[in-house]
């Protein structure tokens, strides 16, 4: 458990830092360590000492033996060094009943330390060219971005959520002028009218040209053809939004390109380049900067054009001028969610920006999906439809759901199935760390038994049902726990460093610790369930166990949650 001296951690682990930091003012402000002991060591948790050598100028095993000649906290039952470790074993019904307690009684708001309150954050994520229907590659963007904002919220940062709408391009054109004689245009054609409009702009070169003509007259104000392009970019948004927001994603500002093709920020970005001698004009007539000039690093790159000869500007100028907006609209964060095929042209406008004397949104880079069965068809043939896909996830979780729950009616069925497809899709997604491939399997993303969502959502309900048997539980349930069983124990030290991995996934940027920490609870809990009864046991182990199931309950909700994912009553 990663903490430092002075911040509201768990209690236990407050403690023990306000009495080695009282005592060795020099480890103020160093982070602390804490993790669960391996099998073979003494103790049920560890702090590393290696981050303490420098400040003491001594060795990690040293210092170890030092701090564990300084502990007393009522919960510790026994301090042990090894090596560079200080171990602590801890009173378990003295640790127990505070633990499950403290979940309790912070119900909902459990593993939040409000590390973020008074603080805001501008995020960006999603923005999908507003052309077609999203493909499933498009949904990692927007539910890494969508998870970021909960675990963010969660801690008490005012988020804003931003979508940037490329409103103009080549690519609308082309539309405008594949639907010229058109009245009513339904969301579902557009991927086959752009796809239709690519091919007819490779036949005929004067098609393209026409939609070029097209775009340099929006960007000139006809109004014809902005209302042209508008009525395209609102029937395609319209209907991306309404496919995201099946994966629960939503937004609160939308920012359209359009809006900084004359930003007075582009004048001065040109006064800068120029005073850098990072900026000329090719033998195409274009502006073109010469990223060299201003420190980039490599020669792939390091030219980006600017302005066309014409005059009319391109992305690049456009996307600096709403870089260097969100950066003046402030915020303790500025964030920007990016596939990593993005990753150079984020370097370029970083460079730009930095250029500027101004600090360039954080960029969270992710990495492709890919699907282990290749067989879905697609409207196409060549890419696979967010659409299709979640409606293929609800089509096989509804197989599983007839299967399992078989009592239930046939609403309760199509809705359940609705949760438990989606939730698969989320955990699958989110599971991953961002920089590495998710590989997507359906039979390990909608396994009941399985590293999945819906094993997760499973445990919740088991929970459900137990809590249903038993009937009503006291208020002071928490007081009553007395742990007997290791199994109890062992699911008790997992709850304890949820606050450690949420704190651990917001720092890191990646929602997969939040993903693994809610499946490692339910792989411990399922250990619980088999060895622990709970109904059947005498009365006072009955009561505890319901308490620890009430906060394993409660925990995973709060997981599920942060994730995006419901946790159904029944399955």
Known sequence: MLAKCGRHEMKLFD??????????????????DFQPTPENQPGDFGLACFRFAGALKSSPQAVAGRLAGLMYQESIAGVVNIGPYVNFTLYRDLFAPGLIAEILGKGERFGSTGSGLGKRVILEHTSINPNASPHIGRARNGLIGDTLVRLLRFEGYDVNVHYYVNDMGKQIGLLVLETKDRDNLEFHEMLDLYVKANEHAQKDADFERRGLELLMRMEQGDPGVVGAFDRMVTICLTGQLAVLARLGLSYDTFDRESA?????????VMRVLEERGAVFVDDQGRTVAD?????????????????????????????????????????DMNMIVLGEDHKMYFEQMETIVRTMGKEPPEAVHYSYILLKDGKMSTRN????????????????????????CVDLSNEEKTDIARIIGMGAVRFTILSVRPNRNVVFDWDTALSFNGDSGPYIQYSCTRIASILRKHGPVEDNVAAGVSITHDAEWDLVLRLALVERDISAAIASRNPGIVANTALD?????????????????????????????LAVQRVLINLLSLLGIEAPERM
């Open 521 to 549: 609870i339910s792989k411990k809990f399922s250990i619980f369930y088999r060895e622990c009864p709970v109904i059947s046991s005498p009365d006072d182990v009955r009561s505890s166990r319901i308490a620890l199931c």
């Open 15 to 32: 403690d023990i830092q306000r009495i080695i930091c009282e005592v060795i003012p020099e480890l103020a402000g160093i982070e602390f």
């Open 291 to 331: 990223l060299k000039q201003l420190g980039y690093p490599r020669d792939e790159g390091r030219y980006i054009v600017l302005m066309r000869a014409n005059g009319s500007s391109m992305y690049m100028y456009r996307d600096i001028a709403y870089t260097l907006e969100k950066i003046h609209r402030g915020g």
């Open 260 to 268: 900084f093709l004359n930003d007075t920020r582009m004048t001065e």
């Open 381 to 404: 043939g060549t890419v696979v439809l967010l659409e299709d896909f979640l409606d293929e996830a609800i089509r096989l979780a509804r197989e599983r759901v007839d299967e399992q």
